[in-house]
């Protein structure tokens, strides 16, 4: 059936007024930050069987569907958003989305896309421009960091074992990386087949940073245990922690030794576009390879991650592949070569429109800012009995516990009403609550609440 343009206008009306209506009372707070329904009740509340079977939605009842469906999900731009690090997204971003969804250019081929794909082109021009890769690095957008890690490890291997793709990974090859790494590095190594085994952990401090003097031994632990190391992951900075990696120090080393440098900026790499915080990834020119979430710190949605090198050919060297209907004659503007993906989302188009609405520095502000309000969260908590920061924080994330007790259970009891979302993490073996501030909207009244609300359920689960 061809487009109903009219039925089209009727139902996006819907969706603008909808989401509209939505993200004001999330911003204000004015509702539970989530919902936790259980999928078999959410399910029948939406009537969702009832319309899989039997069709008919009309811009009327979709209008009742999607204001139920909205409410019963996790409000990003609420100010009690604390949890997950993904963006409350910028509209300029969620337009973008909402023209790929109507005009869907996947355009990994350039002819599948043309204004698409050199969008895509400028916008990695521009963050190979600001990390410091300038001409000679490359780069590609892909669905998400993981994907992105697992992309740049290929570049790695192939640069460390050329025939790997043919003939299959040698043995002996080590991925290093502090504990403290993401998970998807670790599940990198084991999809390169390299094997979970292989990724040998560097020397960390009590906070999981990776401590510089020590990797000449770490290194001498590869060799002596018959491997060659196939790269070196730092994180800039860690999901747990936010705390960043001394880049320059680690670089450097890297450097010398030729060793493949990989840097994990999902999230703060988008702290070079900020004045205040560009010295915290001081040395990132030093990378091989470089991830880049634009969904996390850029405010576009889910997924958007770029894969950056400081040398073009390296990433074009990641992947081989042959397939007559989509691999033949100079494919100099096709980015196919580059990623797991074959058809690719219109990435390139979220983060320009956040770039082209707000400008690099509207986007380093929003950085600076939400970098502030952790800050100032740590100030807080500091000054109150019963609460312990191990560190001062470095991003819009911080870790900290309440008391001697049970942290995940007062996590627990704090979203049970969906008063406040929040996270946990270990440090050094020990559980700890974690914040990370992702909505504009999160100001001090919201971390006063936080916190009074923290020291109340903390001190009943202590009893
Ligand atoms: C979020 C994150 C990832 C994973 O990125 P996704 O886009 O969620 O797949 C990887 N590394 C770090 C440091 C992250 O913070």
Redesign the pocket.
């Known amino acids: 059936m061809i487009w109903n343009v009219e039925e089209f206008v009727r139902a996006a009306t819907v969706t603008v007024e909808g989401l509209a209506a939505y993200v004001d009372e999330s911003q204000r707070g004015g509702s539970p930050v989530l919902g936790r329904r259980p999928p078999r009740e959410l399910a029948e509340k939406l009537g969702l069987v009832r319309w899989i079977r039997e069709g008919g939605m009309t811009p009327e009842s979709y209008a009742e569907f999607l204001a139920a469906y909205l409410d019963e999900g996790t409000r990003l731009h609420h100010p009690a958003h604390l949890g997950h690090?993904?963006a409350a997204p910028d509209f300029p971003a969620a337009l973008a989305d909402f023209v790929h969804g109507a005009a869907n250019n996947p355009m990994a081929i350039y002819e599948m896309g043309a204004s698409a794909a050199t969008v895509e082109f400028e916008v990695l021009r521009w963050m190979l421009d600001t990390v410091g890769f300038g001409d000679t690095g490359g780069g590609v957008l892909t669905?998400?960091?993981?994907?992105?890690?697992l992309t740049a490890l290929l570049a790695a291997r192939a640069a460390a074992a050329p025939d790997a793709w043919t003939d299959g990974v040698p043995a002996d090859l080590a991925l290093l990386a502090p504990a403290s790494?993401?998970?998807?590095?670790t599940r990198a190594a084991a999809i390169l087949g390299l094997g979970e085994r292989a990724v040998m952990p560097l020397d960390v401090d009590a906070l999981g940073r990776i401590e510089v003097t020590r990797l000449p031994d770490a290194l001498d632990r590869v060799r002596r245990a018959g491997r060659r190391p196939m790269a070196l992951v730092a994180?800039?900075?860690?999901?747990g922690t936010g705390l960043h990696d001394d880049l320059r120090g680690i670089g450097e080393f890297c450097a010398e030794t030729g060793v493949w440098f990989h840097v994990?900026?999902?999230?703060?790499a988008s702290a070079l576009l900020s004045e205040e915080h560009r010295h915290l990834l001081d040395g990132i020119e030093l990378a091989d390879s470089l991830?880049w979430?634009a969904?996390?710190m850029l405010r576009t949605s889910?997924?958007a991650?770029a894969v950056l090198t400081r040398r073009e050919s390296d990433l074009d060297a990641a992947f081989q592949q042959r397939a007559s209907y989509l691999f033949y004659g100079d494919q100099g503007s096709d980015l196919i070569g580059r990623t797991v993906e074959c058809s690719k989302a219109e990435l390139g188009l979220k983060v320009f429109l956040n770039l082209a609405w707000r400008g690099e520095r509207g986007l380093g502000d929003h950085v600076a800012r939400q970098y502030a309000t952790a800050r100032r969260f740590w100030e807080l908590a500091r000054q109150r009995p019963g609460f312990t920061c191990p560190y001062e924080p470095e991003s819009n994330i911080v870790c900290f516990r309440y008391g001697t007790g049970d942290q995940v259970e007062i996590r627990e009891r704090l979203m049970e009403d969906g008063a406040f979302q929040l996270t946990s993490a270990e440090i050094d073996g020990v559980r700890h609550l974690r914040i990370a501030v992702m909505a504009p909207a999160t100001d001090d009244k919201t971390l006063e609440a936080l916190l009074d609300r923290i020291g109340e359920e903390g001190r009943q689960t202590s009893r």
């Open positions: 690090q993904v669905h998400g960091g993981s994907l992105a890690n790494a993401h998970y998807s590095l994180g800039a900075c860690a999901t994990d900026g999902a999230h703060g991830i979430d969904h996390k889910s997924l991650a």
